[in-house]
């Protein structure tokens, strides 16, 4: 079993719509909780990271952690056409991280 | 904003070429990471590094080698480049005490 299941999608959605993207884990011991948005021949850039369970927003962005349930969302308000991209989840306990594969997302204007 | 490099961003090698990947950070983070990451993939912890002077062996390693001389410093080294090494190589850091992660742009090798 997989540390970290993530729908790979591809999601495609209207300029404007919310977009919801999700990640389950396995290990009780994750306490780090991050996304990053990825685009093509690029690196993964750092979009939003939480401690422990609970939301935290930054603009557009919302990122949700639960952990009785082991399920982690990122929330995309007002989706724009430079939201596309790939998003991966990551978890860590300690010095170990733990990626999912990434959901691809297009937003059509 | 991360502050983290990568060199070369683009290589195509022949087989049984030797290659070193640079990775360099200006954040002083006293972690640094070397992962694979193929299409569709999850990414797959090559080496990694807690200071100067320590390595580590992660799931993929056995084809590669690292060194951590200096703390902003940390190359990856494969002796004889292979078709099955065509990947992307992606470096991050991060900061002792700290849980956020950070990546640079990443090495796109193809070995021919």
């Known amino acids: 079993q997989k540390e970290v299941e993530q729908d790979p999608g591809p999601l495609s959605v209207p300029e404007g719509a919310i977009v919801s993207l999700n990640c389950t884990y396995s290990?009780?011991?994750?306490?780090?909780f991050m996304w990053y948005r990825q685009y093509s021949r690029k690196g993964p850039e750092l979009l939003m990271y939480?401690?422990?369970?609970g939301n935290k927003e930054d603009g557009r962005f919302t990122a949700q952690v639960d952990k009785s349930s082991k399920y982690i969302s990122l929330f995309i308000r007002d989706s724009q056409p430079s939201d596309s991209a790939t998003y991966l989840c990551?978890?860590?306990?300690?010095?170990?991280?733990?990626f999912g594969t990434g959901t691809s997302l297009t937003v059509i204007p | 904003e991360a502050d983290i490099y990568q060199t070369p961003r683009y290589l195509v090698i022949g087989t049984g070429k030797k290659i070193t990947l640079e990775c360099s950070q200006t954040?002083?983070?006293?972690?640094m990471y070397w992962y694979q990451q193929d299409p569709g993939m999850e990414l797959h912890l090559i080496h990694y590094?807690?200071?100067?002077?320590?390595?580590e062996k992660g799931d993929l390693s056995s084809e590669s080698t690292v060194s951590r001389i200096r703390t902003e410093h940390f190359p990856l080294t494969l002796e004889s480049a292979r078709p099955s090494h065509t990947s992307q190589y992606l470096c991050?850091?991060?900061?002792?005490?700290?849980?956020?992660?950070?990546f640079g742009e990443g090495s796109r090798l193809t070995v021919l």
């Open positions: 290990n009780s011991a994750f306490q780090y």
């Open positions: 991050a850091s991060r900061d002792t005490g700290a849980g956020e992660l950070f």
């Open positions: 990551a978890m860590s306990a300690g010095n170990q991280f733990y």
């Open positions: 590094s807690y200071g100067v002077n320590s390595t």
């Open positions: 954040m002083g983070h006293d972690k």
């Open positions: 939480t401690y422990s369970s």
